[in-house]
C-alpha cells in the first residue's frame, strides 16, 4: 500500500506585491495599475514591464516603497533622493542637500519621514510632507553619522528607532525622533552593507563584507 502524505496546510494569499527595477543605466522601470495586476489576486499577476523612467543622471542605488503603496523613493549617486507617484512615475520632488552619492533611503510608516544615508557618512532625514529638512544625525563629537559611508539604514515598525549599517564596520542605534545615538555596536571586520528589522521591533540583523550576519535581541 502506497504511504498516505500528509495534507499541507493552504497558505493565505500574499498582499499585492509591487515591483520596481533598479538599473545601473539610471532608469526605473515601473509596472503601473492594470487589469490583471491591480489589487487582483496573486495568480492573475502578468509580471509585465509597463513603464520605465528615466530617474536620475547616475546610478540608481536604492528604492523603497512607501506603506500606502502610493510613494516610492529613490537615491542616486548623482548626490540627490527623489519621490514619485508610483501609479504615474511622476516625480513629486526631489531633495539635493547632498554633498555626495546617497546610498540607503527608508520611509517611516507611522510619520512622514524619510531617512537617508550616504557616502559622506551622514543620516539625514526629511518630513516628505512638507519638503523639509528635520535633521541630520550626528554621532558623539562629530560632525557625521559614522566614520565612513553609511550603506544601509532601517526604521523599526513602531517608527521609533533607527539602524544604520556602514563601511566604518559598526551598526549604530538611533532615537528616530530626536537623532540621538543611543549606541554603537562593533563586531563586524568588514564594511556593514545590510540591515534589517524584525516585524515586532525586539530584533535587527546586519550583513557584512566579512562574510557573516548578527544579530541582536
Same mark, same amino acid.
Given at each position: 500500500?502506497?504511504?498516505?502524505?500528509?495534507?499541507?496546510?493552504?497558505?493565505?494569499?500574499?498582499?499585492?506585491?509591487?515591483?520596481?527595477?533598479?538599473?545601473?543605466?539610471?532608469?526605473?522601470?515601473?509596472?503601473?495599475?492594470?487589469?490583471?495586476?491591480?489589487?487582483?489576486?496573486?495568480?492573475?499577476?502578468?509580471?509585465?514591464?509597463?513603464?520605465?523612467?528615466?530617474?536620475?543622471?547616475?546610478?540608481?542605488?536604492?528604492?523603497?516603497?512607501?506603506?500606502?503603496?502610493?510613494?516610492?523613493?529613490?537615491?542616486?549617486?548623482?548626490?540627490?533622493?527623489?519621490?514619485?507617484?508610483?501609479?504615474?512615475?511622476?516625480?513629486?520632488?526631489?531633495?539635493?542637500?547632498?554633498?555626495?552619492?546617497?546610498?540607503?533611503?527608508?520611509?517611516?510608516?507611522?510619520?512622514?519621514?524619510?531617512?537617508?544615508?550616504?557616502?559622506?557618512?551622514?543620516?539625514?532625514?526629511?518630513?516628505?510632507?512638507?519638503?523639509?529638512?528635520?535633521?541630520?544625525?550626528?554621532?558623539?563629537?562629530?560632525?557625521?553619522?559614522?566614520?565612513?559611508?553609511?550603506? *544601509?539604514?532601517?526604521? !523599526?515598525? /513602531? =517608527?521609533?528607532?533607527?539602524? #544604520? &549599517? %556602514?563601511? $566604518? @564596520?559598526? +551598526?549604530?542605534?538611533?532615537?528616530?525622533?530626536?537623532?540621538?545615538?543611543?549606541?554603537?555596536?562593533?563586531?563586524?571586520?568588514?564594511?556593514?552593507? *545590510?540591515?534589517?528589522? !524584525?516585524? /515586532? =521591533?525586539?530584533?535587527?540583523? #546586519? &550583513? %557584512?563584507? $566579512? @562574510?557573516? +550576519?548578527?544579530?541582536?535581541?
Amino acid at each position: 500500500m502506497s504511504p498516505v502524505l500528509p495534507t499541507l496546510p493552504t497558505l493565505p494569499t500574499p498582499p499585492h506585491p509591487l515591483l520596481l527595477f533598479s538599473k545601473r543605466d539610471n532608469e526605473l522601470t515601473l509596472p503601473p495599475p492594470t487589469e490583471t495586476s491591480d489589487l487582483q489576486p496573486h495568480s492573475k499577476l502578468t509580471w509585465k514591464c509597463r513603464k520605465v523612467i528615466k530617474a536620475h543622471t547616475t546610478s540608481i542605488n536604492a528604492v523603497v516603497i512607501s506603506a500606502d503603496n502610493q510613494t516610492f523613493a529613490t537615491t542616486s549617486s548623482d548626490s540627490s533622493v527623489s519621490l514619485w507617484n508610483i501609479k504615474t512615475g511622476k516625480r513629486l520632488y526631489t531633495f539635493f542637500r547632498y554633498s555626495q552619492e546617497v546610498q540607503t533611503v527608508a520611509l517611516n510608516t507611522k510619520t512622514p519621514i524619510l531617512v537617508s544615508g550616504d557616502f559622506e557618512g551622514k543620516i539625514t532625514t526629511y518630513n516628505i510632507d512638507t519638503k523639509k529638512h528635520c535633521q541630520t544625525f550626528f554621532a558623539s563629537n562629530s560632525p557625521i553619522s559614522h566614520k565612513d559611508s553609511v550603506f *544601509a539604514v532601517a526604521i !523599526s515598525k /513602531d =517608527g521609533k528607532n533607527l539602524v #544604520s &549599517g %556602514s563601511a $566604518d @564596520k559598526t +551598526i549604530r542605534l538611533w532615537e528616530l525622533e530626536t537623532g540621538k545615538l543611543k549606541r554603537t555596536f562593533d563586531g563586524h571586520t568588514d564594511k556593514v552593507w *545590510a540591515v534589517a528589522w !524584525s516585524q /515586532d =521591533g525586539k530584533t535587527f540583523a #546586519s &550583513g %557584512s563584507a $566579512d @562574510k557573516t +550576519i548578527r544579530s541582536y535581541f
